[in-house]
């Protein structure tokens, strides 16, 4: 991809700005700090990926409204313009092909092949920032992040890896104390620690509990045996008291031996004598008023049914009744359908009131507005709208392409004043050319001369060679002649003859051959050499007027380019005009048939009629309401007239006194009618129930007086007389024979209280003396008062046995710790299995490093030593990247290795740049977008920058280079480069 040309209406500090970067593929931009060198470079990231709408408004200009602008790019053979305005469909982007056919933000995505802003940050585009942050770095970390930035391009990826080895550290470290899993494991371990102290006293608690059962065991033989002892004090207590019981026991004995042996006698006969005779006095009164009441009921009853009606009487006056609550409710809707329609006519006539249309209700009837109403409405806005923005982005294009084409024409015409006659330059040609004429001569002449001084010593040495070759041929021939003659061997003189004659051979065609060169040498050129014609200085001033004139036409012929360029912008301009002009016309067609179908549409702006035809439509389902309500009251008319019909027949029948009274008056009467007959009817269901219930309690009273009278008998049977008074004086006789039974049987109980084991009646014969008594008596309370203080003490021993058990079994201590335990197990669980989580991240993140480094690292580290060969002017010949712990070593010409550590800064930054650039480089086989550089070797020295521009000269054959720079040296270097000066928006070449 490649960037001509940027449009600016409005972005930070740059208002209706325009900047040419088509002159070459390596742009230098240069400006003073706080000249827009960043606020540009993100123009350039805007209109490419966009931004958030709070990063948008932070770049609003000051002094114009409008924040956006136009970006012409070039991407494999295509031509489009990028277009982004802050208030256009939020800051999407619409892009323009030289064919004229638009594309929207989805389309740009795709040629940028899923580049984000920030993946161009990390790969395309670093700043001094990035040198700086480096810079601060220790050698671990700075090969950690050069290699992660070498791999995937991403300077995050260290930071990632950092994250992920401080997250594991806050978890667990093996022989740390402040992690989170290590403090968690310190605590299950105090807690369990805890846990057994706890189950050792648990252990004890058995133990206590086996005391305290011991302990309860002895108690209770103790509280035996001082109850026994108790009991025997009591005995002889008694002893002592007994005598004057006795004696009375012998009296009354003999009181009773004067009454029968057995007195007849029912058990309580007198009370309940005269509990059957109470009970039977209400029965026989209430008996009495039954049977009177009931006579009353009968007469009662009997005057009640001549009141009643009839029953098909009764069933109209029911029927009417459901008539009436019908009646009652459509009255209520009746009242509330007026109420409504009258709202909703208010309604109505207010809205249309409001619209000030002049349309009436029965045109508001008739009028139908459907969807496709509602569709082409809203399209007319929009397209109305749409128009209205493209004719004033058509009058902004005219604009940009007059002033243009003036400021092209202004280039040219100082140009073409600068420009000599075709004679001149034709006449500083010629003397050019004689000049390198002469030059070449002379040349020529110098090299024979020097070609005739060495041959002159190549023949003296070819002489010489030929001659020794000559001799040695005749010398051998010779000699191997006269071994052939000596021995008579024919073929030996054949070869010493032979070998002679190759010897003068070789001698002849040296001598030739030198004759040749000698010849040549003789040859003299026959044309006359001139004489020097200008000196040096006058060659060289032609030469730059040459060059300046070359340089004034090629800028002449590429303005005519630019110039050629406008009159297509402009024929496309045309058109665009022609195109939108007919939309225009198109758009007031529908405008106008829309007015002839809706008259009152004519004097509205087409903006505001998407929402009248909500206002519309509202008001004709408003009116729509009112006609529904007002059909629904018609019926509701009609229905009350049928109820009022019924109830006039019914008072044909029931009294025609009440026909021309009200339908209120009516209901209320048949109201009246129904309540008398129903009161009588329940009046009469009462009369029969109280005479039912009074016959019923007779019969429950009769019965209820039989079993008391049989009761009655049945004691007089018991007792054995006939009469009242009988019963009542045998009852006396049987009383004071049972009191006398009565305290014989209680001297009895005292007596036997002593010792009920013992014949108390023998015991009374064989009294003991008091003194014996009173002895027995002393021992038994000795041995209770040492047995008291036995109990007291095992009670106490038993309570402080019991104390400690109740504290331990009343602390929840055990089952605290044990579910605190449980929680804090858990808790470890989840750290671990967080710590797990956070381990698989790094280890999938280095596992895609390594995938990564085998992929790619191998053509990325290529390119950083071949980039770093050269900005170290040869000094570095070798990049290796780091294995395992060590970090990036680089190799000098000699042979020698060197840490990073070992490196100056300005080596390392070299270092980055080239890693930077290679990666850049890697990625631009797929993705062939602009690399841009910010300041980045701000801080190099002069021969480094010259290294760095020649390097990016290099680079930018194959990709377009923008280098944003402060320095005026990056400037300088860059030789018949093309260059941009920010400073008051003009243009420098």
């Given at each position: 991809?490649?960037?001509?040309?940027a449009?600016i209406?409005?972005f930070?500090?740059?208002?209706?700005?325009?900047?040419d970067f088509?002159?070459d593929?390596a742009i230098y931009?240069?400006g003073?700090?706080?000249?827009?060198?960043?606020t540009?470079?993100t123009?350039i990231?805007?209109?490419?990926?966009?931004l958030?709408?709070?990063?948008?408004?932070?770049y609003?200009?000051?002094?114009?409204?409008?924040?956006?602008?136009r970006?012409?790019?070039?991407?494999?053979?295509i031509?489009f313009?990028i277009e982004r305005?802050h208030?256009v469909d939020?800051g999407?982007a619409?892009?323009y092909?030289?064919d004229g056919i638009?594309?929207d933000e989805q389309w740009l995505?795709n040629r940028?092949?899923?580049?984000?802003?920030?993946?161009?940050?990390?790969?395309f585009?670093?700043?001094?920032?990035d040198?700086?942050q480096v810079?601060?770095?220790?050698e671990?970390e700075?090969?950690?992040?050069?290699?992660?930035i070498g791999?995937?391009?991403?300077?995050n990826?260290?930071?990632?890896?950092?994250?992920l080895?401080d997250?594991m550290?806050d978890l667990?470290?093996?022989y740390g104390k402040?992690?989170k899993?290590n403090q968690q494991?310190?605590k299950?371990?105090?807690?369990q620690i805890?846990?057994?102290q706890y189950?050792?006293l648990?252990?004890s608690?058995y133990?206590?509990?086996?005391?305290a059962?011991?302990?309860k065991?002895?108690?209770t033989a103790?509280k035996?045996?001082l109850?026994k002892?108790?009991?025997?004090?009591?005995?002889?207590g008694?002893?002592?008291?007994?005598?004057p019981s006795?004696?009375?026991?012998?009296?009354?004995?003999?009181?009773?031996?004067?009454?029968?042996?057995?007195?007849?006698?029912p058990?309580?006969g007198?009370?309940r004598?005269?509990?059957?005779?109470?009970?039977m006095?209400p029965l026989?009164s209430?008996?009495a008023?039954?049977?009177d009441?009931?006579?009353?009921?009968?007469?009662?009853?009997?005057?009640?049914?001549m009141?009643?009606?009839?029953?098909s009487?009764?069933?109209q006056a029911e029927?009417m009744i459901?008539?009436?609550k019908?009646y009652?409710?459509l009255i209520s809707?009746?009242?509330?359908?007026k109420?409504?329609?009258d709202?909703?006519q208010i309604?109505v006539?207010?809205?249309?009131?409001?619209l000030d249309?002049?349309i009436?209700r029965?045109?508001?009837?008739?009028?139908?507005?459907s969807?496709?109403?509602?569709?082409?409405?809203?399209?007319?806005?929009?397209d109305?709208?749409?128009?209205s923005l493209?004719?004033?982005?058509?009058?902004?294009?005219?604009?940009q392409i007059?002033?243009?084409?003036?400021?092209?024409?202004?280039q040219k015409?100082?140009?073409?004043?600068?420009?000599h006659?075709?004679n001149?330059?034709?006449?500083?040609?010629?003397?050019?050319?004689?000049?390198?004429?002469?030059a070449?001569?002379?040349y020529?002449?110098?090299?024979?001369e020097q070609q005739q001084?060495?041959?002159?010593?190549?023949r003296v040495?070819?002489r010489?060679?030929?001659?020794?070759i000559?001799?040695g041929?005749?010398?051998?021939?010779?000699?191997?002649?006269m071994f052939?003659?000596l021995?008579t061997?024919t073929?030996?003189?054949f070869?010493s003859?032979?070998?002679?004659?190759l010897g003068?051979?070789q001698?002849f065609?040296?001598r030739h051959?030198?004759?040749e060169?000698d010849?040549?040498?003789?040859?003299?050129?026959?044309m006359?050499?001139?004489t020097n014609e200008?000196n040096?200085?006058?060659r060289e001033m032609?030469?730059?007027?040459?060059?300046?004139?070359?340089?004034y036409r090629?800028?002449?012929?590429a303005i005519?380019?630019?110039?050629?360029g406008l009159?297509?912008q402009?024929?496309?301009w045309?058109?665009?005009?022609?195109?939108?002009?007919?939309?225009?016309?198109r758009?007031?067609r529908?405008?106008?048939d829309?007015q002839l179908?809706?008259?009152f549409l004519?004097?509205?702006?087409t903006?505001?009629?998407?929402?009248?035809?909500?206002?519309?439509?509202?008001?004709?389902?408003?009116?729509?309401?009112?006609?529904d309500i007002?059909?629904n009251?018609n019926?509701?008319?009609?229905?009350?007239?049928?109820?009022q019909?019924?109830?006039?027949?019914?008072?044909e029948q029931?009294?025609?006194e009440m026909?021309?009274k009200?339908?209120?008056?009516?209901?209320?009467w048949?109201?009246?009618?129904l309540d008398?007959?129903?009161?009588t009817?329940?009046?009469m269901?009462y009369l029969?129930?109280?005479?039912?219930?009074?016959?019923?309690?007779?019969?429950?009273?009769q019965q209820?007086?039989?079993?008391?009278?049989?009761e009655i008998e049945k004691?007089?049977?018991?007792?054995?007389?006939?009469s009242?008074?009988a019963?009542?004086e045998?009852?006396r006789?049987?009383?004071?024979?049972?009191?006398l039974l009565q305290?014989k049987d209680?001297l009895?109980q005292?007596l036997?209280a002593?010792?009920a084991e013992?014949?108390?009646?023998?015991m009374?014969q064989?009294v003991?003396d008091?003194?014996t008594l009173?002895?027995q008596?002393?021992?038994?309370?000795?041995?209770?008062k040492q047995?008291?203080?036995?109990?007291?003490?095992?009670?106490?021993d038993?309570?402080?046995?019991n104390?400690?058990?109740?504290?331990?079994e009343?602390?929840d201590?055990?089952s605290?710790?044990?579910?605190?335990?449980?929680?804090?197990?858990?808790?470890l669980?989840q750290?671990?299995?967080?710590?797990?989580?956070?381990?698989s991240?790094k280890?999938?993140l280095?596992?895609t490093?390594?995938t990564?480094?085998?992929?790619?690292l191998n053509?990325?580290?290529?390119?950083t030593?071949?980039?770093f060969q050269?900005?170290?002017g040869g000094?570095y010949v070798?990049?290796?990247?780091?294995?395992d712990?060590s970090?990036?070593i680089?190799?000098?010409?000699?042979g020698?290795r060197?840490h990073?550590?070992?490196l100056s800064?300005g080596?390392?930054?070299?270092?980055?740049?080239?890693l930077?650039?290679?990666?850049?480089k890697?990625?631009s086989?797929k993705?062939a977008l602009p690399?841009?550089?910010?300041?980045?070797?701000?801080?190099f020295?002069?021969?480094?920058t010259?290294?760095?521009v020649?390097l990016?000269?290099?680079?930018?054959?194959d990709q377009?280079?923008i280098?944003?720079t402060?320095?005026?040296?990056v400037a300088?270097?860059?030789d018949?480069?093309?260059?941009?000066k920010?400073?008051?928006s003009i243009?420098i070449?």
């Amino acid at each position: 991809m490649f960037i001509e040309q940027a449009t600016i209406f409005g972005f930070g500090k740059w208002v209706d700005y325009t900047i040419d970067f088509s002159s070459d593929n390596a742009i230098y931009i240069f400006g003073e700090n706080e000249s827009g060198k960043s606020t540009l470079h993100t123009f350039i990231l805007f209109m490419l990926f966009g931004l958030p709408p709070k990063k948008r408004e932070f770049y609003r200009p000051k002094t114009s409204g409008k924040l956006g602008g136009r970006l012409t790019v070039q991407d494999k053979g295509i031509r489009f313009t990028i277009e982004r305005f802050h208030e256009v469909d939020n800051g999407a982007a619409k892009c323009y092909t030289s064919d004229g056919i638009q594309q929207d933000e989805q389309w740009l995505k795709n040629r940028l092949q899923g580049m984000t802003y920030a993946s161009y940050q990390s790969v395309f585009s670093f700043s001094a920032n990035d040198l700086s942050q480096v810079s601060e770095m220790n050698e671990n970390e700075l090969g950690e992040v050069i290699l992660g930035i070498g791999l995937t391009g991403s300077k995050n990826l260290y930071a990632i890896e950092r994250r992920l080895d401080d997250k594991m550290g806050d978890l667990f470290k093996p022989y740390g104390k402040k992690p989170k899993i290590n403090q968690q494991l310190s605590k299950l371990q105090d807690m369990q620690i805890r846990l057994d102290q706890y189950k050792q006293l648990e252990a004890s608690y058995y133990q206590k509990k086996t005391e305290a059962n011991n302990m309860k065991t002895a108690i209770t033989a103790t509280k035996e045996k001082l109850e026994k002892l108790t009991n025997d004090r009591l005995f002889l207590g008694k002893m002592q008291h007994a005598q004057p019981s006795i004696q009375m026991y012998k009296t009354i004995s003999k009181q009773l031996e004067d009454f029968p042996e057995h007195i007849p006698f029912p058990e309580d006969g007198i009370t309940r004598l005269e509990k059957w005779k109470e009970k039977m006095l209400p029965l026989k009164s209430e008996l009495a008023i039954l049977q009177d009441n009931e006579k009353k009921y009968d007469q009662k009853i009997k005057n009640l049914q001549m009141h009643q009606l009839e029953k098909s009487i009764l069933d109209q006056a029911e029927k009417m009744i459901e008539a009436e609550k019908r009646y009652d409710h459509l009255i209520s809707e009746q009242n509330k359908h007026k109420a409504d329609k009258d709202k909703q006519q208010i309604q109505v006539d207010k809205e249309l009131e409001e619209l000030d249309l002049h349309i009436s209700r029965e045109e508001l009837v008739s009028m139908a507005l459907s969807f496709q109403t509602e569709k082409t409405w809203k399209q007319i806005k929009v397209d109305s709208e749409q128009i209205s923005l493209e004719k004033e982005q058509l009058q902004t294009e005219q604009n940009q392409i007059d002033r243009q084409r003036h400021h092209l024409q202004q280039q040219k015409s100082v140009l073409q004043e600068k420009l000599h006659s075709d004679n001149k330059i034709h006449e500083w040609q010629e003397k050019l050319q004689a000049v390198d004429e002469f030059a070449a001569k002379n040349y020529l002449k110098t090299f024979k001369e020097q070609q005739q001084n060495d041959w002159a010593k190549q023949r003296v040495r070819k002489r010489k060679a030929a001659n020794y070759i000559l001799i040695g041929l005749v010398f051998i021939g010779m000699i191997v002649g006269m071994f052939g003659i000596l021995g008579t061997h024919t073929v030996s003189i054949f070869s010493s003859l032979l070998l002679v004659l190759l010897g003068m051979g070789q001698w002849f065609f040296q001598r030739h051959s030198i004759h040749e060169m000698d010849h040549a040498f003789m040859h003299e050129d026959d044309m006359p050499i001139r004489t020097n014609e200008i000196n040096e200085s006058e060659r060289e001033m032609i030469m730059a007027d040459l060059e300046k004139q070359h340089q004034y036409r090629n800028q002449i012929d590429a303005i005519e380019e630019q110039l050629k360029g406008l009159e297509i912008q402009y024929l496309k301009w045309e058109e665009k005009t022609y195109q939108t002009a007919e939309r225009e016309k198109r758009i007031a067609r529908q405008v106008q048939d829309q007015q002839l179908e809706y008259p009152f549409l004519s004097n509205m702006e087409t903006s505001f009629w998407p929402e009248l035809y909500y206002r519309l439509k509202s008001v004709i389902r408003m009116d729509k309401q009112v006609q529904d309500i007002a059909a629904n009251f018609n019926k509701i008319i009609c229905e009350l007239e049928q109820i009022q019909e019924q109830v006039n027949t019914f008072f044909e029948q029931a009294n025609r006194e009440m026909k021309n009274k009200s339908i209120k008056q009516k209901f209320e009467w048949i109201h009246q009618l129904l309540d008398n007959h129903h009161e009588t009817t329940k009046q009469m269901t009462y009369l029969t129930t109280y005479k039912k219930d009074a016959v019923e309690k007779q019969q429950q009273l009769q019965q209820q007086l039989q079993p008391h009278q049989m009761e009655i008998e049945k004691l007089y049977k018991l007792a054995g007389v006939n009469s009242e008074e009988a019963f009542y004086e045998k009852s006396r006789e049987l009383k004071e024979k049972q009191d006398l039974l009565q305290k014989k049987d209680s001297l009895y109980q005292q007596l036997s209280a002593i010792d009920a084991e013992q014949d108390w009646q023998h015991m009374l014969q064989n009294v003991r003396d008091e003194h014996t008594l009173q002895l027995q008596l002393d021992q038994v309370q000795e041995k209770m008062k040492q047995c008291t203080t036995d109990l007291d003490k095992k009670r106490q021993d038993l309570a402080d046995i019991n104390a400690e058990i109740t504290s331990i079994e009343g602390s929840d201590n055990i089952s605290q710790l044990m579910h605190e335990l449980e929680f804090e197990k858990e808790k470890l669980k989840q750290q671990a299995e967080q710590w797990a989580v956070v381990k698989s991240a790094k280890e999938i993140l280095l596992q895609t490093k390594r995938t990564y480094r085998n992929k790619y690292l191998n053509k990325v580290m290529e390119l950083t030593t071949d980039y770093f060969q050269e900005l170290t002017g040869g000094i570095y010949v070798h990049v290796f990247p780091p294995v395992d712990d060590s970090t990036f070593i680089v190799e000098n010409e000699n042979g020698t290795r060197f840490h990073l550590s070992e490196l100056s800064k300005g080596t390392v930054d070299q270092l980055y740049v080239s890693l930077r650039l290679a990666v850049s480089k890697s990625m631009s086989e797929k993705h062939a977008l602009p690399f841009i550089i910010d300041d980045a070797f701000v801080h190099f020295d002069s021969i480094r920058t010259k290294r760095m521009v020649h390097l990016l000269n290099r680079i930018a054959n194959d990709q377009q280079v923008i280098i944003f720079t402060c320095k005026k040296e990056v400037a300088d270097t860059a030789d018949n480069k093309s260059f941009i000066k920010l400073q008051n928006s003009i243009r420098i070449h």
